[in-house]
């Protein structure tokens, strides 16, 4: 890798005291002939998300807002870090928690973690507010998890989620299940397909994971090294292996379904009931376990046909009714999802969906006269509630009317000298043909609201 680039000597640097930065490992000073670039650039595995793209954002984050709303999901605001062992709780055997974690000590040796997923934030905020339950929320936050980068794998992520915490009624799985098909639906997705499993009990879980760790010591020979690895530490994440040779392996693992009380076989019953009555089309997956430790009873996750299988899990959830526990609260059960924004935009683009025109204001303002008729005159428009853009610096009439077009506005308003003289504006339609009138400045925002629509407000 090339060094990082600076244009100052380290000497300087350091003078100013920041020459010590890990990041600055030396002042390359570049050849004339070699092509320079910003010292700095977003750190691997994070992305910017320039306009026009991020109408895209707050088109889907508007969009699930509205279906959380409508389900009677508030919105819950929590800090992006959290002392590490809010996070620890996921399961000290997981590599979100061993591996993945970003964290460190603040300057008052605290020990804190940028949050890795929202799920444990979201439970510690219940424990310390004890709302009345069932608590209902939803959030939009981004993730942080040092993962090696790749298509559709970033070390800052973005999740929209929704965690319903205190009841251990399946039919609440079934509407969080419900609530995120209905999301993907309203997007106009339409390859999207969605595994379930079941944990079943706490006490479920842990005779599952012994039994599977029994199969795969009998056999830890013949599994991939890597997954070998894994067969004290976590045993079930071994279950959703790609490798061929664990593969072999696993094809006569014991099953979760036939492990299951029945506590855990009734509630799994209802909740596929519940998505049959929906016409929610389902598969039970039996070896679905999920990276995070805290699932219990339903597990499950939506998969994109239209992404490849590294990158194709665009949503997925689950019961987690220890974690309240765990986190110091009363025993109280909880279900929820977080779908990965950046994953459903890249599905929403392979389908050909939920395209979001690029934003325009109403009215781009050109002004020759000096510039401040335009500075009054966008505020004005403005505060009559239509959309309105300038240039600035004072630029030529072909420069203004260049960026009006550029703008998207439907409309230009022209102040020249004559204009200022007879106390007019000229006004002209920038799209959809129309041809272009003068008007009395007095009478602007009517006509202008004529012009583009009467149900403009
Ligand atoms: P998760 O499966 O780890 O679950 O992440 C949720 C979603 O975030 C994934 O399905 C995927 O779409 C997206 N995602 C995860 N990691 C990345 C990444 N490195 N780059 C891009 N997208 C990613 C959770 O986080 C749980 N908190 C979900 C949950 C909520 N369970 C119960 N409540």
């Known amino acids: 890798m090339s060094p990082q ?128 339950v069932p608590w209902k929320v939803w959030y939009v936050t981004p993730a942080f998890r040092y993962e090696r980068p790749q298509a559709g794998r970033y070390r800052q992520h973005h999740q929209v989620g929704v965690e319903a915490i205190g009841s251990p009624d399946p039919d609440l799985d079934v509407e969080v299940i419900a609530l995120l098909a209905g999301f993907y639906r309203a997007l106009g997705l339409e390859q999207v ?119 194709n899990a665009i949503g997925g959830g689950g019961r987690y009714d220890g974690l309240v526990e765990a986190l110091g609260g009363p025993p109280t059960p909880g279900i929820g999802f977080g779908a990965g924004i950046e994953r459903i935009l890249l599905t929403c683009e392979a389908e050909g969906v939920f395209s979001v025109p690029p934003g325009a204001v109403d009215v781009f303002v050109v002004d020759v006269t000096g510039g401040e008729r335009a500075r009054d005159l966008t505020v004005a428009l403005r505060r009559a509630g239509l959309g309105a853009s300038r240039a600035f610096d004072a630029r030529s009439m072909k420069a203004q009317m260049k960026a009006a077009d550029r703008s998207g506005a439907a409309v230009a308003v022209i102040v020249g000298p004559d204009e200022v003289a007879a106390d007019e504006i000229t006004v002209r339609p920038l799209r959809g043909g129309g041809d272009q009138q003068r008007v009395a400045s007095a009478d602007v925002v009517p006509h202008l609201r004529a012009l583009l629509g009467e149900d403009r407000p």
């Open 193 to 311: 397909s969605l595994v379930v499993n079941t944990m079943g009990t706490p006490a479920d879980r842990v005779a599952y994971a012994a039994a599977v760790a029994d199969h795969l010591r009998a056999h830890l020979g013949d599994l991939d090294p890597e997954d070998a690895e894994k067969v004290d530490r976590h045993p079930l994440r071994v279950l959703d292996s790609k490798r061929r040779a664990t593969q072999q392996v696993l094809a006569t693992a014991p099953s979760i379904l036939d492990s299951l009380d029945d506590v855990a076989v009734a509630h799994f019953e209802r909740v596929r009931a519940g998505l049959v009555a929906l016409g929610i089309a389902h598969e039970v997956e039996p070896r679905l376990v999920r990276g995070l430790d805290y699932y219990t009873h339903t597990l499950f996750e939506f998969r994109s046909g239209a992404l490849s299988s590294a990158q």
């Open 5 to 132: 680039r600076t244009p100052w000597p380290v000497e300087v640097l350091n003078r100013f005291g920041i020459g010590g930065w890990p990041r600055l490992r030396s002042a390359h000073v570049p050849e004339p002939s070699e092509p320079t670039g910003p010292p700095f650039a977003a750190p691997i595995g994070t992305r910017d998300v320039l306009p026009p793209d991020s109408r895209r954002w707050e088109a889907l984050v508007a969009r699930f807002a509205g279906e959380a709303d409508r389900a009677g999901y508030g919105l819950l605001l929590s800090p992006l870090f959290e002392s590490v062992g809010v996070f620890a709780r996921m399961g000290e055997g997981t590599d979100v928690v061993r591996k993945e974690m970003y964290d460190f000590a603040d300057k008052g040796g605290r020990h804190l973690a940028l949050r890795p997923e929202g799920t444990a934030s979201v439970v510690r905020a219940f424990v310390e507010h004890h709302p009345v």
